[in-house]
C-alpha cells in the first residue's frame, strides 16, 4: 500500500504565490508518473500538471507559465510552485500517482489540500 499526503495549501492573496508537496511512502513501490489536479466544488477533477520519471512536463493551458512541477525521485516527493495566483485558481489540489508494485500499475491520490485566492 502506498499513501501520499500532500502539504502546503492555504490563503494567499491574488498575485501571491505557494508551494504545494506531495511525499509518498509504502514499500516496495514505483512512482512513475506523477500529477497535480484541482477540484471546485461541483466541477470535474481537472489536471494542472503532470511530470514523467525523466522529468517531461505537461501543464494545463491555464496555469502555463505561472506553475512548475518538480520532482525528487530519492525522496518519493513531487512539488508545484504557483506564482502569480488568481482567484480563479482556487480549489482544492489533489496529488496523483501511477504506481508500480510487483510489475502492476496502480493509480493513488492524496487527500487534498485547499487552495484559496482572494483578498
Known amino acids: 500500500q502506498v499513501q501520499l499526503v500532500e502539504s502546503g495549501g492555504g490563503l494567499v492573496p491574488p498575485g501571491g504565490s505557494l508551494r504545494l508537496s506531495c511525499a509518498a511512502s509504502?514499500?516496495?513501490?514505483?512512482?512513475?508518473?506523477m500529477a497535480w489536479y484541482r477540484q471546485t466544488p461541483g466541477k470535474q477533477r481537472d489536471l494542472v500538471a503532470s511530470i514523467s520519471t525523466t522529468g517531461s512536463t505537461n501543464y494545463a493551458d491555464s496555469v502555463t507559465g505561472r506553475f512548475t512541477i518538480s520532482r525528487d525521485n530519492a525522496k518519493n516527493a513531487v512539488y508545484l510552485q504557483s506564482d502569480e495566483l488568481k482567484p480563479e485558481d482556487t480549489a482544492v489540489y489533489y496529488c496523483?500517482?501511477?504506481?508500480?508494485?510487483?510489475?502492476?500499475?496502480?493509480?493513488?491520490w492524496g487527500q487534498g489540500t485547499q487552495v484559496t485566492v482572494s483578498s
Open positions: 509504502g514499500s516496495n513501490f514505483k512512482l512513475n508518473t
Open positions: 496523483h500517482a501511477l504506481v508500480s508494485i510487483r510489475s502492476l500499475q496502480y493509480s493513488y
